[in-house]
C-alpha cells in the first residue's frame, strides 16, 4: 500500500507536494473533457448522478456526474490507515476496480473506477502548493500537473518573441502545441508548419527562404519560401533535427540578423516570425556528434518543453476523445463501455496519433450511436483486459435468458439485481429480448417485463 500513501501533513518540497487526486476521466456515452478533484484535506469523497459543481464542505467531497446509470450516491472513496479504501454504496449497476466488479477495495496509484458508463482514474500526483483542487481543464488542455504546467509555460511565453523548442515522442501533439503558441500570441499572420524530414537537401533552402525565377533548374516562377509566408505569424519547423547541415547555417543566419535572403538573390528582406522549433531527436546528442549546429540549438532552445507521451497522461483521455469525435462526427458519436474501456487500458506506443487513427476507424464503421468493442482496430481492442470481462457478462446474461426463456424478473432474481439494469444490460450488449421468449409469450408479470 505504500504507492497509495498521501502523509498528512503533506511535506512540502521545493514548492511541491505529493496528494492523491480523482480523475474524471472518460464518460463512455457522451465523452467530454474531465475533471481533476485534489483529496487534500479530504476524508470522504462520495461520487453520485446529479449536475451540481464540485462541492467541499469540511473534509467531505461531493462529485456529481451526468451519467444515467449512476445510483444517486454511488460510490465513496474514504481516507483510512494513510491510504484510501473504495466501497460500494449500494449502488444499482455496482462498482468495477481494474475490470472487476467489488464492493469495498484497496485503491492504488493508477487504479481504474468504472461506475455506470463513467470511468474513473485514482492517482497520487506531485502539485504545486497552489493548484486549484478541482479543474476542469478548459483553460489549458491538460488534466496531468506536469503537462498542464507545460502547457501553462507556452502560453505564458506565446505573446513574446522568444523561440520555443518542442520535444517529445512521434505523436505526442507537437504540432497542436505549436498551434497553441501561435494562437495565444496574437500575432495577425498566419501559422504556417514545414517538415523539415521531408526536405530533399538540393531544395530545402528554397523551400525555406523562397527562391527567384530561374535561380534553378525547374524554378519557372518566384516562390517566398515558408518563412516569409509566415511573416508577422508563426513558422513551425517540425522534425528541425533533420534539416541538412549546409541549411542550417543559412537558417541560422536567418535567426540572428530577422532577415531572408531568397536563392538567386543578394537583396535581403526583413521578416517579422515567432520560431517554433519540433524534434524527436535529442538535439544535445546530435551536437556532440556534429549533426547539429550548436549555435543554431542555442538560438532554437529559447524555452525547451518536453511534451510526455500518451501512456502517461491516460487521465486526459475525454478530451482527447472527445476532440477526435467533434472532428469526425460532430458530438453525435460515443463509446460502449468495453470499448471505452479498451482505449483506457491500451499502451498508445504512438501516441495522440495513433488514437485519432483509432477513433476515425472505428467511426467509420460504427452503426449508431456507439463504438462497440468490436469497431475499433485489432491493435487496441485485443489487449483490453475488459474485453473478457465483457465477453463474459454478456454470456452470462444469454445463458440466464436461455434459462429462464427471457423470464426477466427470474433473471434479474439470478443475478440478484433489479428487472430495470436487466433492461439497462439489454440495450448495452443489443441483445433481443423476444429471440428468448416462447412464441406467443406475454408482456405481464410472468413475462418479467
Avoid at 497509495?4 to 501533513?9: A, E, G, Q, S
Avoid at 463513467?118 to 479543474?135: G, H, P, W
Wanted: charged share 25%.
Amino acid at each position: 500500500m505504500a504507492d497509495t500513501l498521501t502523509l498528512v501533513p503533506e511535506r512540502v518540497r521545493d514548492g511541491q507536494i505529493s496528494c492523491a487526486a480523482l480523475f474524471v476521466v472518460l464518460d463512455a456515452g457522451r465523452p467530454r473533457a474531465g475533471t481533476r478533484h485534489l483529496l487534500r484535506g479530504i476524508e470522504r469523497t462520495v461520487v453520485g448522478r446529479g449536475s451540481a459543481p464540485a462541492r467541499r464542505d469540511g473534509s467531505n467531497l461531493r462529485i456529481d456526474l451526468l451519467d444515467p446509470h449512476l445510483s444517486i450516491e454511488h460510490v465513496a472513496i474514504e481516507r483510512a490507515l494513510g491510504g484510501w479504501t473504495l466501497r460500494d454504496l449500494g449502488s444499482k449497476n455496482g462498482v468495477i476496480v481494474n475490470g472487476e466488479r467489488t464492493a469495498q477495495r484497496v485503491l492504488s496509484d493508477g487504479d481504474w473506477i468504472e461506475v455506470g458508463e463513467t470511468f474513473l482514474r485514482f492517482r497520487v500526483v506531485k502539485i504545486a502548493v497552489s493548484t486549484a483542487n478541482d479543474t476542469s481543464g478548459h483553460d489549458v488542455p491538460s488534466l496531468v500537473p506536469v503537462v498542464e504546467s507545460s502547457l501553462r509555460r507556452l502560453i505564458d511565453v506565446a505573446p513574446s518573441m522568444v523561440p520555443v523548442l518542442l520535444l517529445g515522442e512521434s505523436g505526442v501533439g507537437k504540432e497542436v502545441a505549436a498551434r497553441m503558441v501561435h494562437a495565444h500570441s496574437k500575432r495577425p499572420g498566419g501559422f504556417v508548419a514545414v517538415n523539415c524530414a521531408g526536405l530533399v537537401e538540393s531544395l530545402a533552402a528554397a523551400t525555406l527562404f523562397g527562391h527567384s525565377r530561374g535561380a534553378y533548374t525547374g524554378a519557372i516562377e518566384a516562390r517566398p519560401g515558408a518563412i516569409r509566408e509566415s511573416d508577422r505569424g508563426t513558422l513551425l519547423l517540425d522534425e528541425v533535427g533533420d534539416l541538412p547541415l549546409a541549411t542550417q547555417g543559412t537558417l541560422l543566419r536567418v535567426l540572428q540578423e530577422r532577415e531572408v535572403v531568397p536563392v538567386g538573390e543578394t537583396r535581403p528582406i526583413p521578416i517579422d516570425v515567432r520560431f517554433v522549433a519540433a524534434t524527436l531527436k535529442d538535439l544535445e546528442r546530435e551536437v556532440e556528434a556534429g549533426r547539429f549546429r550548436v549555435d543554431l540549438y542555442a538560438r532554437l532552445a529559447g524555452l525547451r518543453v518536453t511534451l510526455p507521451p500518451l501512456r502517461d497522461r491516460l487521465e486526459d483521455l475525454g478530451t482527447l476523445v472527445a476532440s477526435s469525435l467533434a472532428r469526425i462526427r460532430g458530438h453525435d458519436l460515443g463509446l460502449s463501455s468495453a470499448a471505452a474501456w479498451a482505449l483506457c487500458r491500451h499502451r498508445w506506443p504512438l501516441n495522440i496519433r495513433e488514437l485519432d487513427q483509432a477513433i476515425a476507424a472505428a467511426a467509420a464503421v460504427a452503426q449508431g450511436d456507439r463504438i462497440d468493442l468490436h469497431q475499433l482496430p485489432e491493435q487496441v481492442a485485443g489487449r483490453a483486459p475488459a474485453a473478457a470481462v465483457e465477453a463474459a457478462r454478456r454470456e452470462e446474461l444469454l445463458a440466464l435468458l436461455r434459462d429462464h426463456r427471457g423470464n426477466l424478473a427470474a433473471v434479474a432474481r439470478a443475478l440478484t439485481t433489479s428487472r430495470a439494469q436487466i433492461h439497462r444490460l439489454l440495450r448495452r450488449y443489443s441483445i433481443d429480448l423476444e429471440t428468448y421468449r416462447p412464441r406467443g409469450s406475454g408482456t405481464g408479470p410472468t413475462g418479467g417485463v
